[in-house]
């Protein structure tokens, strides 16, 4: 048995998938998989269930019919969570950016008092690897911009490595969350934040992927810019 859950939402992640899997169950903390996987064409969702039949007890899978963002594809997950009495949830990539030894300092910080752990790239400078500096630049300034805008005091608010506690999980409107791209980091930190949850940054060291192909584009940058103002509204009418 575990008490916490990694959700990991896929697609096209045949060259990551076992390996992180295997990872994440090598630890010496025991904890369980939900891979949230979007149909991918090259197969990923047909090796995870021929990894179940060696863990049958630890990995689990959610199908879905197509793509529909990584917002949708973890809300998906922390209701299969709630629903399953996990206690810890976390968010992670599937490409190894996110080194699995860190789940368990995530997990001793919301153990000890956080309800909701951060894996941050900022806290204690820049700590990304592999990088051109152009995209440190937009990502380490976006944070910037988040806390001018809605006055959070968090250095990564665009970061992707998390672990909540489920009363936060329970406590945030799921069925209200509106972005699907990197906006939905933002909007979940601000969600708890506004509920006054204890929020606290952990260092550690992001790693850009070295297999398959990163899902950033325009789109979702232009997302997150204008998604951030209008949390900033909604709060202000009291309707987050």
């Given at each position: 048995?575990?008490?916490?859950?990694?959700?990991?939402?896929t697609?096209?992640e045949?060259?990551n998938?076992?390996?992180?899997?295997?990872?994440?169950?090598?630890?010496?903390?025991?904890?369980h998989?939900?891979?949230?996987?979007?149909?991918?064409?090259?197969?990923?969702?047909d090796?995870?269930?021929?990894?179940?039949?060696e863990?049958s007890?630890?990995?689990?899978?959610?199908l879905?019919?197509?793509?529909?963002?990584?917002g949708?594809?973890?809300?998906?997950g922390?209701?299969?969570?709630?629903?399953?009495?996990?206690?810890?949830?976390?968010?992670?990539?599937?490409?190894f950016?996110?080194?699995?030894?860190d789940?368990?300092?995530?997990?001793?910080?919301?153990?000890?008092?956080?309800?909701?752990a951060?894996?941050s790239?900022?806290?204690?400078?820049?700590?990304?690897?592999?990088?051109?500096?152009?995209?440190?630049?937009l990502?380490?300034?976006?944070?910037?911009?988040?806390?001018?805008i809605?006055g959070?005091?968090?250095?990564?608010?665009?970061?992707?490595?998390?672990?909540?506690?489920?009363?936060?999980?329970?406590?945030?409107?799921?069925?209200?969350?509106?972005?699907?791209?990197?906006?939905?980091?933002i909007?979940?930190k601000?969600?708890?934040?506004a509920?006054?949850?204890?929020?606290q940054?952990?260092?550690?060291?992001?790693?850009?992927?070295t297999?398959?192909?990163?899902?950033?584009?325009?789109?979702?940058?232009?997302?997150?810019?204008?998604?951030?103002?209008?949390?900033?509204?909604?709060?202000?009418?009291?309707?987050?």
């Open positions: 048995m575990s008490d916490g859950i990694v959700i990991i939402p697609y096209n045949i060259e998938i076992e390996s992180i899997i295997r990872a994440v169950f090598a630890l010496p903390k025991p904890f998989v939900l891979i949230v996987d979007d149909n991918s064409p090259d197969k990923t969702a090796k995870v269930m021929e990894l179940q039949k863990f007890d630890q990995l689990f899978l959610a879905r019919k197509k793509k529909s963002g990584l949708t594809a973890y809300v998906h922390f209701k299969w969570a709630l629903k399953n009495d996990y206690k810890y949830i976390f968010e992670m990539d599937a490409d950016s996110h080194n699995p030894n789940l368990e300092k995530l997990y001793d910080a919301c153990h000890n008092g956080a309800d909701l951060i894996g790239r900022y806290v204690t400078g820049v700590n990304v690897v592999n990088w051109p500096l152009s995209r440190v630049l990502s380490y300034f976006a944070s910037v911009y988040v806390r001018m809605t959070m005091k968090i250095m990564d608010a665009t970061a992707g490595f998390i672990c909540y506690r489920r009363e936060v999980l329970e406590k945030i409107n799921l069925d209200a969350i509106k972005f699907i791209g990197y906006a939905f980091q909007e979940m601000y969600r708890a934040f509920k006054n949850f204890n929020i940054e952990v260092p550690v060291i992001f790693t850009d992927r297999k398959g192909q990163s899902k950033m584009s325009g789109a979702i940058i232009k997302e997150a810019i204008f998604g951030v103002i209008s949390l900033r509204f909604r709060k202000f009418l009291n309707r987050l």
